[in-house]
Each structure stands twice: as C-alpha cells, then as structure tokens.
Nanobody
Framework: VQLQASGGGLVQAGGSLNLSCAAS????????MGWFRQAPEKQREFVSA?????????YYADSVEGRFTISRDNAKRTVYLLMDSLKPEDTAVYYC??????????????????WGQGTQVTVSS
C-alpha cells in the first residue's frame, strides 16, 4: 500500500497550496482519508479528514476551519487538501493517511492504518 503526498512548497503568508495524496489502496471509496501535520519539535496533529461513506462527511481542526478544504476523487484514488490564507504557523510536514471503512474518530492518529511519506509546507511571513 502506498500513499504518495505531493504539492507542498514554499509560499508567502496569505497564499495558497493544493496538496494531493494518491493512494494505491483498493477500493479507495471504502477508505476514510485524513491529513495530519507535524511541525519541528511538535507532535503530529490532525488537520482534516473525509469519511468513506456516501455522504463523505468532512472534518477540520479548529485552526484550519474556513481556510482549508478537503475533497476526494474516488475515480483517481486521490484526496486533496486546498489550503488558502496560509499562515506561518501552518508550516509543517503534511501527511496523508487512510483508514478502511472506519467509523471511528478520524481526528485520532490511531484510527489510520496507512500513512504517506509527507510533503513539506513552508509559509513565510
């Protein structure tokens, strides 16, 4: 199983980035997908998630609510994280993760079985 995150980079505060995570898990539509981030010397924290079920419920950390948007394309087996109005405190390595048909709390790291390698996001002030 591979989760390949991409789209990170260096951006000025107020700018935007669109992260992608291509997953080899099948069937992709049965996986809940999440994004987490880890800043230097900090614990990995929840950012956003999208449920596997038909309604694809979405969840956001308070710190990104209203600025980030998660979406998925089941045909492409890809989940996206559109990040707008970026702030220096958003600087971190961003990881995508997958959980099969999970009804558990998607904000918890232990919910996810598979993890990607991470992509660096740096926001300059």
């Amino acid at each position: 199983v591979q989760l390949q995150a991409s789209g990170g980079g260096l951006v000025q505060a107020g700018g935007s980035l669109n992260l992608s995570c291509a997953a080899s898990v099948r069937p992709f539509g049965r996986y809940s997908m999440g994004w987490f981030r880890q800043a230097p010397e900090k614990q990995r924290e929840f950012v956003s998630a999208i449920r596997w079920s038909d309604n694809s419920s979405t969840y956001y950390a308070d710190s990104v609510e209203g600025r980030f948007t998660i979406s998925r394309d089941n045909a492409k087996r890809t989940v996206y994280l559109l990040m707008d109005s970026l702030k220096p405190e958003d600087t971190a390595v961003y990881y995508c993760a997958a959980a099969l048909q999970s009804l558990a709390d998607l904000r918890l790291r232990r919910t996810y079985r598979y993890w990607g390698q991470g992509t660096q996001v740096t926001v300059s002030s």
